[in-house]
């Protein structure tokens, strides 16, 4: 990637990383990088909680709608694609990345199938009490039923008869999904998603607050203390 500063925060899935990003984003004129392997795929909008529009535009967002469900995609890809947003973005502008998907922060920290050959860069990563992100879970669930995510996958399984490997994973996409199998896939991912970066990652673990605003100012002070990450 192009050298910008950067600022890298993780989180499991509804932790809240992407309401806090985007507050710490306006805060320093930065744009985002969505490190997701879902939000690459065009037209899964509802199922993927994808951010809308209005902040795709203001954040000059990468990292979505890169695909269709129809293609195949990988960590190598989502780090070519980013490399190239990167290169669009003025030097002097920051970079937010922020995401849940481990191998995508993995890639971009040192390549990939590449051993550390420093000590990685430690970063935040949202702390939520399980039954909190359960409740979140649910609450988000029933906001995705509500916005029609069942005429939005039988939307895109009309338009896209064959999916790719990659895509079939997204939960919520699946044939026969109900709404309890969405759920406990989705509570088994943020589990798998804590278990990685806890084992994978120089995680510096920021408790989630009783607001948005309160778990940013805790964001905040980490990067504070730590600096950006240098890409060069």
């Not at 969505?34 to 909008?45: R, T």
């Amino acid at each position: 990637m192009a050298p910008h500063e950067t600022f890298l925060l993780a989180g499991a899935t509804a932790s809240g990383k992407s309401a806090v990003a985007a507050i710490l984003a306006r805060e320093i004129g930065a744009a985002i990088l969505n490190a997701d392997s879902m939000l690459v795929y065009k037209g899964m909008d509802i199922g993927t909680a994808k951010p809308p529009p209005s902040e795709r535009t203001e954040f000059r967002m990468g990292g979505v709608d890169l695909v269709t469900p129809a293609e195949e995609f990988s960590a190598g890809a989502w780090l070519r694609a980013a490399a190239e947003w990167a290169d669009a973005i003025p030097a002097d502008v920051p970079i937010v990345v922020v995401g849940g998907t481990g191998l995508y922060f993995s890639a971009l920290l040192r390549g990939l199938d590449r051993a550390w050959t420093k000590p990685p860069p430690e970063y935040p990563v949202l702390q939520t009490d399980r039954a909190v992100l359960r409740a979140r879970i649910a609450e988000r669930l029933n906001d995705m039923f509500l916005a029609g995510l069942e005429r939005e996958k039988a939307e895109l399984r009309r338009r896209y008869p064959v999916w790719s490997r990659t895509a079939s994973l997204a939960i919520g996409y699946r044939e026969g999904d109900d709404r309890e199998k969405i759920y406990t896939r989705t509570c088994q991912l943020a589990k798998r998603q804590d278990t990685w970066f806890r084992h994978q990652s120089s995680a510096i673990y920021v408790p989630a607050g009783a607001t948005v605003e309160e778990t940013a100012a805790r964001v905040r002070a980490v990067w504070a203390a730590h600096g950006p990450w240098a890409t060069v």
